[in-house]
C-alpha cells in the first residue's frame, strides 16, 4: 500500500541472472496496489516494488515468499524540500585494521544519520555548501570511497578531506559506509564528533592500538572468524568531542573486506532497530 492515491508503481527484479521491471500498475482511491508474480530464474533474486513522488524514488523492503502485506510491502513517500531539516548522526563506527600494504591501514566508517523530518531532504544546487550533508574524513585520508550502504556512490563526491552527500534524504534511517587508507605518519588519528553522535564506537584490529576521548570508554572485545578486536563506545556524544587512535609499529596485516564485514556485525542489530523505531513513529 502506498499513503498517495493514483501513483504508479514498479515491481522489480534483480538477480545474478538478470534483472529489470517486471509489472506497474496504479494506485487504488485508498492507495493500495497488487502483484501477482511468480520468482523464477537464480534463487538469490530480489523482488521489490517502487514509486516515484516529487521526483524522488521511494522502495518496499525487499519481498518474501508468499504474500507480503502490511508494513513489509508499503511505500512510503513525502514532500520534498531544500531547506534544512534536523538530521541526526545516529551511530558512527570506526573500524581500524592492521596495515593492508606497506606503512597503510584500511580504515572502514559505518555512518548512520536519520531524517527526524515529515520530508524529504533534497540537495539545493550541486555546490558544496548545497549538498544534503557532508562528513569531513581524518586528515591524511586516502583513496576514499563509498564500500555499501544506502547511498548511491554516484550520489556522492569527495572535495577533499570532505564527503558531499547530494542524494535524497527521506524521513527515516540511511546508512553510509565509506573506506580509505591511512598512512602510518597519520597516526595519532584524530576522529571528530561535529554533530553529537549517539553511538561512538571505535574497533581496533590490532592489540596494542588504543582510543580515548569523546566518552569513549573499553568494552569486552570481539572475535570474528578468528580476529580481535579491541572495542571502545561511547553514548550520546556531544558536538565538538575528539577522539585520539593510536596504533603501534606496521604489524600484520588484514583483509579490508573482513574489516567492513565485521561492521556490519557488529552495528546491523542497532541499526534495524532504529530504522523499525523511526519508520513507525
Given at each position: 500500500?502506498?499513503p498517495v492515491p493514483q501513483?504508479?508503481v514498479?515491481?522489480h527484479r534483480v538477480?545474478?541472472?538478470?534483472a529489470?521491471?517486471l509489472d506497474?500498475v496504479r494506485t487504488g482511491?485508498d492507495?493500495?496496489?497488487?502483484?501477482?508474480y511468480?520468482r523464477?530464474g537464480?534463487p538469490?533474486a530480489?523482488y521489490?516494488?517502487?514509486?516515484?513522488?516529487?521526483?524522488?524514488?521511494?522502495f518496499t523492503?525487499p519481498?518474501?515468499?508468499?504474500?507480503?502485506?502490511?508494513?513489509?510491502a508499503?511505500?512510503a513517500?513525502f514532500?520534498?524540500t531544500?531547506?534544512?531539516?534536523?538530521?541526526s548522526?545516529r551511530?558512527?563506527?570506526?573500524?581500524?585494521?592492521?596495515?593492508?600494504?606497506g606503512?597503510l591501514?584500511?580504515?572502514?566508517?559505518?555512518?548512520?544519520?536519520?531524517?527526524d523530518s515529515?520530508?524529504t531532504?533534497?540537495?539545493?544546487d550541486?555546490?558544496a555548501?548545497?549538498a544534503v550533508?557532508?562528513?569531513?574524513l581524518p586528515s591524511?585520508?586516502r583513496?576514499?570511497?563509498?564500500?555499501?550502504?544506502?547511498?548511491?556512490?554516484t550520489?556522492?563526491?569527495?572535495?577533499?578531506?570532505?564527503?558531499?552527500?547530494?542524494?535524497p534524504?527521506?524521513?527515516?534511517?540511511?546508512?553510509?559506509v565509506?573506506s580509505?587508507?591511512?598512512?602510518?605518519e597519520?597516526f595519532?588519528?584524530?576522529?571528530a564528533?561535529?554533530?553529537?553522535?549517539g553511538?561512538f564506537?571505535v574497533l581496533l584490529?590490532?592489540?596494542?592500538?588504543?582510543?580515548?576521548?569523546?566518552k569513549l570508554r573499553?568494552v569486552?572485545?570481539?572475535t570474528v572468524?578468528?580476529?580481535?578486536?579491541r572495542r571502545?563506545?561511547?553514548?550520546?556524544?556531544?558536538?565538538?568531542?575528539?577522539?585520539?587512535v593510536?596504533?603501534?609499529?606496521?604489524g600484520h596485516?588484514?583483509?579490508?573486506?573482513?574489516?567492513?564485514?565485521?561492521?556490519?556485525?557488529?552495528g546491523?542489530?542497532?541499526?534495524f532497530a532504529l530504522?523499525?523505531a523511526?519508520?513507525?513513529?
Open positions: 500500500m502506498i501513483q504508479w514498479t515491481l538477480g545474478t541472472d538478470k529489470g521491471p506497474s482511491a492507495g493500495s496496489f497488487a502483484f501477482t511468480r523464477t537464480a538469490d530480489i521489490f516494488a517502487s514509486s516515484s513522488y516529487g521526483g524522488v524514488a521511494y523492503k519481498l518474501h515468499a508468499g504474500s507480503t502485506t502490511g508494513d513489509d508499503e511505500i513517500v514532500d520534498t531544500s531547506s534544512d531539516v534536523p538530521i548522526l551511530g558512527h563506527h570506526v573500524v581500524i585494521g592492521a596495515p593492508v600494504a606503512n591501514r584500511r580504515v572502514t566508517d559505518v555512518i548512520e544519520l536519520s531524517n515529515a520530508r531532504r533534497v540537495a539545493r550541486e555546490s555548501n548545497g550533508w557532508s562528513f569531513t591524511g585520508a583513496e576514499a570511497a563509498l564500500t555499501d550502504g544506502d547511498i548511491p556512490a550520489a556522492v563526491k569527495f572535495a577533499g578531506p570532505r564527503l558531499l552527500v547530494y542524494a534524504l527521506a524521513p527515516g534511517m540511511k546508512q553510509i565509506v580509505y587508507l591511512m598512512p602510518s597519520s595519532p588519528m584524530l576522529v564528533t561535529p554533530r553529537k553522535t553511538i564506537e584490529e590490532e592489540p596494542s592500538a588504543s582510543a580515548h576521548g569523546a573499553e569486552s572485545s570481539v572468524q578468528g580476529r580481535h578486536f571502545y563506545v561511547g553514548a550520546d556524544v556531544p558536538a565538538g568531542e575528539t577522539a585520539t593510536t596504533v603501534p609499529d606496521i596485516s588484514v583483509n579490508p573486506w573482513f574489516v567492513a564485514g565485521l561492521t556490519f556485525v557488529i546491523g542489530a542497532m541499526t530504522a523499525r523511526v519508520r513507525r513513529r
